[in-house]
T-cell receptor, first 110, second 118 residues
Framework: RKEVEQDPGPFNVPEGATVAFNCTYS??????FFWYRQDCRKEPKLLMS???SGNEDGRFTAQLNRASQYISLLIRDSKLSDSATYLC???????????FGIGTKLQVIP | GAVVSQHPSRVICKSGTSVKIECRSL??????MFWYRQFPKQSLMLMAT?????????EQGVEKDKFLINHASLTLSTLTVTSAHPEDSSFYIC??????????????FGEGSRLTVL
């Protein structure tokens, strides 16, 4: 089993739609969780951290379920500019051990 | 936001030669930098953790004598792929953590270096 699993997609959604991605992780000792966004042929950039209580940033909502060992990302009112690959990142030991998911590709269609 | 510069962005070399990739934090200091590689259709894989002033910590399966890492200052880490072979062709990317914002856990990534070994 992979340490961090994501559905690679692609997810093709119309503008304005709501889309959700899940990511599961196998290491129960994981401490930090993040969603990164990676545009084609560019470096990953932090989208948001994921906190135990769940957190929201505009149209983006991230949630963590430690019991089931998964995190999720919800995007509301999708924009064309949201088209990218969303990487699930799980870290332990203060970033001494960082594991990336394969990324989920999102394509927002006009 | 913090900026990490990686150079070169693209390099083509002959089999058997060595290639050096630089990773610089431009506006912050990083005691720790990370090196990853990404093969097509695969996730970013951590290769090693580069610590300023000390030896790098390599992930299992990564040959330390082949992938030489030097982190001589708080703003520069280098990865040297020695005696490169076609199977080393990959996308190499570095990241750094801002010392002053270590509690956020945010990593800043370089633009990546695409290595092609002929």
């Amino acid at each position: 089993r992979k340490e961090v699993e994501q559905d690679p997609g692609p997810f093709n959604v119309p503008e304005g739609a709501t889309v959700a991605f899940n990511c599961t992780y196998s290491n129960s000792a994981s401490q930090s969780f993040f969603w990164y966004r990676q545009d084609c042929r560019k470096e990953p950039k932090l989208l948001m951290s994921v906190y135990s209580s769940g957190n929201e940033d505009g149209r983006f909502t991230a949630q963590l379920n430690r019991a089931s060992q998964y995190i999720s990302l919800l995007i509301r009112d999708s924009k064309l500019s949201d088209s990218a690959t969303y990487l699930c990142v799980v870290a332990s030991g203060g970033y001494q051990k960082v594991t990336f998911g394969i990324g989920t590709k999102l394509q927002v269609i006009p | 936001g913090a900026v990490v510069s990686q150079h070169p962005s693209r390099v083509i070399c002959k089999s058997g030669t060595s290639v050096k990739i630089e990773c610089r934090s431009l506006d912050f200091q990083a005691t720790t930098m990370f090196w990853y590689r990404q093969f097509p259709k695969q996730s970013l894989m951590l290769m090693a953790t580069s610590n300023e002033g000390s030896k790098a910590t390599y992930e299992q399966g990564v040959e330390k004598d082949k992938f030489l890492i030097n982190h001589a200052s708080l703003t520069l880490s280098t990865l040297t792929v020695t005696s490169a072979h076609p199977e080393d062709s990959s996308f190499y990317i570095c990241s750094a953590e801002d010392m002053d914002r270590a509690n956020t856990g945010e990593l800043f990534f370089g633009e990546g270096s695409r290595l092609t070994v002929l």
